[in-house]
């Protein structure tokens, strides 16, 4: 059986990861650096009407698509976009 004890340090294991892993690297590389959407490498996973949308807005990154952007674009929905940020990772 698990102790409290044992429990307690496991999770504070756990919640040390998860700061290292989203806040430290993560965060800090997603604010940092783009990624050209010619450079892209799950490019070819992404429904034609997405890059359609991102070339009519004349965006170069996949960061600069954000929810905002991307719900004003005509044909695309919450299910694009659900599809959109599996592909993207985030």
């Known amino acids: 059986m698990i102790t409290r004890e044992e429990y307690n340090k496991a999770l504070d294991i756990v919640e040390a990861y998860q700061k290292q892993l989203f806040i430290g690297d993560v965060s800090v590389s997603l604010k940092d650096k783009k990624t050209p959407l010619n450079e892209w ?44 940020i599996s592909i993207r990772g985030y």
């Open 41 to 84: 490498t799950e490019l070819s996973k992404c429904p034609t009407i997405i890059l359609n949308w991102y070339k009519a807005l004349d965006l170069e990154y996949v960061e600069d698509m954000t929810y905002e952007k991307f719900m004003r674009c005509r044909g695309l929905g919450s299910t694009y976009w659900q599809t959109f």
